[in-house]
């Protein structure tokens, strides 16, 4: 496979993880999509990169998307325990 190739596959699926993230419901499929859409900037990054900085990189944006899924996670859970309900249009009103 060649760098435009593997750029080709990053794109697309940067691109259905996006379609995907506007058009579900859920906040969970939300944030599946959103690792989705760093992942596929991984792939650009190593693919269109070729250098060590890239993967280096890459590894740093694969720690930073592990920290946002965790911290992902714990927002749900909370909104989750306020709102009794996992979908996004059912969550109105935002209070402090």
Known sequence: ???YNLAAIAFT???LATAGFL??????????????????ANIALVALGGS??????AA????????????GLALIIALAGAFKTLEA???????G
């Open 1 to 3: 496979m060649t760098a």
């Open 13 to 15: 699926l940067f691109a």
């Open 23 to 40: 058009t579900c419901g859920s906040l969970v499929r939300m944030l599946m999509f959103l690792e989705l859409m760093l992942n596929a």
């Open 52 to 57: 060590a900085a890239s993967q280096a990189y």
């Open 60 to 71: 740093m944006l694969l720690v930073i998307a592990a920290a946002e899924a965790g911290v």
């Open 89 to 95: 249009e059912n969550i109105k009103e935002l209070k």
